[in-house]
């Protein structure tokens, strides 16, 4: 009965716009009292959780995020992958989906991504001849591999919330997934632009020079490759490279590109504590939530049920993914991490599920939520850009779903595209 009234409450609570933290924290409050479990169980979990080491690479990246959206990198990274791909119908969107996703090597955050990378692209493509809801959808989707590729803040997140899952191992794991998903969003776009006949006005515009465009794009190149690189090398932590990466974003802006000035680096950091702030926030409230139901044993019973019912693996899998996918459609990934794993953990458990495959099948399913309409926080930055309104985006924006949801298939029918990365290395 106390189980049945925390969720009744908290579904109420999101249901009348209660923001998410508060109707976890609340929700769990409840729960807390009913159960005559102490109230200072509530900061006994808000600060531990927020205090784990892992948590500390998260404001590190969100920073590199904002300080590389404002260092110019991103235009020079398309002019490179224009120099690189070439011009024609169909092209200048694979440009915007190969430049997210180096972006995401950088940033990790998709919608940090959506607003570098649309910021740009966007004009390039209404002068190309693409219709604004088509490029709105393509910068949407291609944002969505941000947090697969590493440095990706959700897997953070997922490591703090689930033992048995470093980070190292996560960021390994998503490499793979993370660059096919890029390559299937590419097949629609293509398909889609040669189809309707758009970007007929590409190949007049001309090629930037190979050479000297590698030249001008090579500092945010070889951001990834530090950030992961001196990882795999052993020089420093997930939570030092980011620090690093900050100081290295810092020096490109600053000297190198000379598009940040000193009078730019506080409110970048004001920007960078608001984001990671919220995060760190939330995930605080939703510990007393999560405290609630694990110790008044609400989800053992449930998990007990569904793993004696019959159902098996595969097809509790289907249920979980379903239900995920419509969750991603209302709620940003932060927020489903925090409300569904807890209650998942079991069934991983029971299931026997690897950590690691699971947490990239979850953030794979977050992704695809990231440009579904109709709350999807990509989407409705690159419609923002585009000054259109996300229901024009659905036509289009829905073969790209498509196109993620038959590679996510694919995910659980053969888990070493997921899980042989990381064995590889070690991890």
């Known amino acids: 009965m106390i189980g049945l009234t925390i969720f009744v409450i908290f579904a109420i609570l999101m249901t009348v716009g209660v923001p998410i933290g508060v109707a976890l924290l609340l929700g769990g409050a409840i729960g807390i009292g009913l159960g005559n479990l102490g109230w200072m169980s509530i900061p006994n979990n808000f600060y531990p959780t ?10 590190m990246f969100v920073l590199v995020g904002v300080i590389f959206d404002r260092s110019g990198v991103a235009q020079r990274l398309v002019t490179f992958a224009q120099a690189l791909i070439g011009r024609g119908p169909g092209m200048l969107p694979v440009v915007a989906i190969t430049v997210a996703m180096i972006f995401g090597g950088i940033s990790g955050s998709g919608p940090a991504s959506a607003a570098a990378v649309g910021g740009v692209m966007l004009v390039a493509m209404a002068r190309a001849g693409y219709p604004a809801p088509f490029s709105a959808s393509v910068i949407g989707a291609a944002a969505a591999t941000d947090i697969l590729i590493p440095p990706s803040i959700a897997f953070i997140v997922y490591s703090v919330l689930v033992p048995g899952a470093s980070v190292p191992a996560l960021f390994a794991a998503g490499i793979i997934p993370g660059v096919l998903a890029g390559l299937a969003l590419m097949i629609p776009a293509i398909w889609l632009s040669r189809k309707h006949g ?16 590698l030249l001008q794009a090579s500092w945010g190149l070889a951001a990834p490759v530090l950030i992961l690189g001196g990882m795999r090398a ?3 932590t997930p939570t030092e490279a980011a620090v690093v990466a900050v100081f290295y974003g810092l020096f490109v802006g600053m000297v190198v590109h000379r598009t ?47 793993t004696t019912s019959g159902l098996g693996s595969t097809a509790t899998l289907v ?6 996918l ?20 079991p069934l991983m458990r029971a299931f026997n599920w690897d950590p690691v495959w699971f947490g990239v099948l979850l953030t794979y399913m977050v992704a695809i939520g990231q440009f579904t309409p109709p709350m999807a926080v990509n989407l409705m930055v690159a419609s923002k850009l585009a000054g259109i309104s996300i229901e024009k985006t659905v036509p289009w924006v829905m073969w790209f779903v498509l196109a993620m949801m038959v590679l996510l298939v694919s995910f659980i029918a053969f888990p070493p595209l997921v899980t042989w990365l990381p064995k590889y290395l070690g991890y």
């Open 234 to 236: 052993g020089w420093f």
């Open 319 to 324: 249920i979980i993914v379903v239900i995920l």
């Open 198 to 213: 758009f970007g007929a006005k590409e190949r007049e515009q001309p090629r930037p020079p190979f050479f000297a465009s």
């Open 50 to 59: 927020v205090a784990k080491y892992p948590l500390l690479a998260l404001p």
């Open 326 to 345: 419509a969750a991603g459609m209302v709620l940003d990934g932060v927020s489903i991490f925090l409300i569904f794993i807890p209650i998942l953990m």
């Open 260 to 306: 940040i000035k000193v009078k730019d680096i506080g409110p970048i950091l004001v920007e960078a504590a608001e984001t990671a702030g919220i995060i760190l926030v939330i995930l605080g409230l939703a510990s007393v939530f999560a405290y609630a139901v694990s110790t008044l044993g609400i989800i053992d019973p449930i998990a007990k049920a569904i």
